[in-house]
Nanobody, 119 residues
Framework: QVQFVESGGDLVQPGGSLRVSCAVS????????MGWFRQAPGKQRELVAT?????????TYKASVKGRFTITRDNAKNTVYLHMNSVKPEDTAVYYC???????????WGQGTQVTVSS
């Protein structure tokens, strides 16, 4: 069964940058469309960004992060990344990756990585 291990979360000041990573187990990673989700305290988990398969992968973003966040993947390393720039306090959340189809997560959840934006 596919497993996800997120890392890279940290305390960062507003306006700062951070990169979170997700290592995915198994040999089929390159075939998975992937997504980053986040869950803030007291809120439902939400989809932040998705990246499709292949060299011309379609990429989508939640409106509030478009232009600030970039999702990338390295199929040779079975890893998906979320590059976060110009972060805001409202970006504070636990960030998770998962297989993403039709804006839904299709695999088990990992432990997530905590991102806190605060001065």
């Amino acid at each position: 069964q596919v497993q996800f291990v997120e890392s890279g979360g940290d305390l960062v000041q507003p306006g700062g940058s951070l990169r979170v990573s997700c290592a995915v187990s198994g040999s089929a990673f390159s075939f998975y469309p992937m997504g980053w989700f986040r869950q803030a305290p007291g809120k439902q988990r939400e989809l932040v960004a998705t990246i499709g398969r292949g060299d011309s992968a379609i990429i989508t973003y939640k409106a509030s992060v478009k232009g600030r966040f970039t999702i990338t993947r390295d199929n040779a390393k079975n890893t998906v990344y979320l590059h976060m720039n110009s972060v805001k306090p409202e970006d504070t959340a636990v960030y998770y990756c998962n297989v993403a189809r039709d804006k839904q997560a299709w695999g088990p959840w990992g432990q997530g990585t905590q991102v806190t934006v605060s001065s």
